[in-house]
C-alpha cells in the first residue's frame, strides 16, 4: 500500500500563513508604449491626473488636475471613470463596455461614474493617447533588501585601516605631552622667577621725590571772633592713631611709606606759594585771596558795582589832568537805542521797511485715500513752510503793495514722503516760480493706504494772499 502524501500547499502560502491577498496591479500607456506599472500592496485611493500629488502623474490634455480612478467604500475597490473615458470591464466573467454600464449598474455623481469592482475584476480606459490596464493579482513575496555575505561584510573593527590608527594614536600623544609641558615645565611661574628678576633690572620703575614746604602757625589777632573763638575753645585731642593695616607693597608702586598727606596747613603755605603774596601773619592778599572759597562774595559784588559806577582819572600828582585827577561820576547819555529811529540812532545800519502780507488758507483738497490728510499736508506747510511763502510775497509786495490774490499748489507725495510735480500758480508769476521753486525741497509724512503699504497721494492746496 502506498504511503499517504502530506497535503499539498497551496501556490500563494509561501510563508505557511495562509493564502496571500489579491491586490491591484495598474499599467499606464501613452501613445501604446508602457510607461509606468505598479502594484498597491495597500487598500488605498488610487488617484490619476496632471498634478505631482497624484498616485499617477500624467500631463496631457483633457485629464483633470487630480480624479480618484479607484476610490476606497468600506474596504472594497469602486471605479471611477469620467463621461468622455471609453473603455471595457469584465468581473472575471462577462465583460461589459462602459456605455453599458452607465445603463445599469454604474451610478452617476456628476462629473464621473462609479461601479463597484470585486477582487476579480479586470478592465481597460482609454482616454486620447492615455490607456489604464488594471486587474487583481495575488500579491508577491516582497523581495528582502539585498546584503552583502557576512564573510564579506566583515566587523565594525575591520572598517578601519591600521596603520592609520597606528599614526592617529602617535599624534594624540605627542600633542598631550606638548600641551602638558607647555603649561607645568616650560611655563615659569610670574612671583619670584627668573623671569621676575630680569623684568625688575631692565625696567626701572619711575620715582618722584616731593618736598612740601614748612608749615606757617596761624595766630589768630586778638579782639577778632576768631580770637575770642580760639580762647574759648578747648585744646583739640590728639586722634588716636590706628594701626597701620598696609600690606607692603612688592609691585614698585605706593605703599604706606610713600603716601603723600598734605594738612590744612600745608596747603594754606602752598597756596601762599603759589599767590606770591602774604601778610605778616601768613595770609595770602589781594586777588587771589578774593577768590578763594571762603571770600565774602556779597562784598565783592558790591565793589564791583562801586567801581564800574565811578570813572578815575589821573593819579592825582602834579602831572594829572587838569581837574585833579579826582573820580567823577558818569552822567553823560549814550546814543538812544529806543527812539523812533530804532538801531539806526544808536549808528547801526539802517532797518529794512516794507509792506508785509497775511496769507490764509482758502480751500484744501486731496485726490487720493491714505493715511496723508490735507489736514496733516496743510498743518505740515503753516508749521514749516509759510515763512518762505511769506518771504516771496513780501519780495513782491516791495514792487507792487496792492497786490493780492489766490495762490493754487498742486502737488503729489511720492512713497518716500518727497514732494513731487510741484506747481504754483496764481497772483504773479514771480510769487508763483518762487513758491514753486521752495516746493522741491518740501517733506511730508510717508502716505500709506488700508493694507499699510506704502502709496503716493496727490493733493491741491490754495491759499489767500492779502497785504496789510
Known sequence: MAAQRPPATSAANGNGQGPRPRILRIGVLLGGKIVEERLIRERVPVSIGQSMQNTFSIPIEGLPLQFTL???????????????MDGRLSDGGQVNTLDA???RGASNAGDYWQVPIGDSSRGKLTLGDLTVLFQFVTEPPRQPKP???ASVRGTFADRFDPRLLVILAISLLVNSILVFSAFFIIDPDVDGSDAERAYEQTFK???????????VKVEPTPGSAAGSAAATKPADKPLPTKPSTTKPDT????NANTA????????EALLNA???DVDPNGHSSQDMANRRPGADLAQQTADARDAGRTVSIGGGGRNGSRDGGGPRVGTGNGPALNGPGGTESAGGPPRESGPSGRISVSDKKAFDDSTLTPDVVLSKILAAYLPGIKRCYKEYLKKDANARG????EFGVSESGRLVSGKASGVADEVSSCIQNLMGTWRFPTPKDKDGSATTASFAITLQLVPD
Do not use: E
Not at 489766490?406 to 499748489?409: A, F, I
Open 70 to 84: 479607484f476610490a476606497i467604500d468600506q474596504g472594497k475597490y469602486s471605479l471611477r471613470f469620467l463621461t468622455k
Open 101 to 103: 454600464l452607465k445603463a
Open 147 to 149: 546584503m552583502l555575505p
Open 205 to 215: 620703575q619711575d620715582t618722584f621725590a616731593v618736598t612740601m614746604p614748612d608749615p
Open 251 to 254: 609691585g614698585g608702586g605706593r
Open 260 to 267: 603723600v598727606s598734605v594738612s590744612d596747613q600745608q596747603a
Open 274 to 276: 603759589l599767590t606770591g
Open 406 to 409: 489766490k495762490v493754487l499748489l
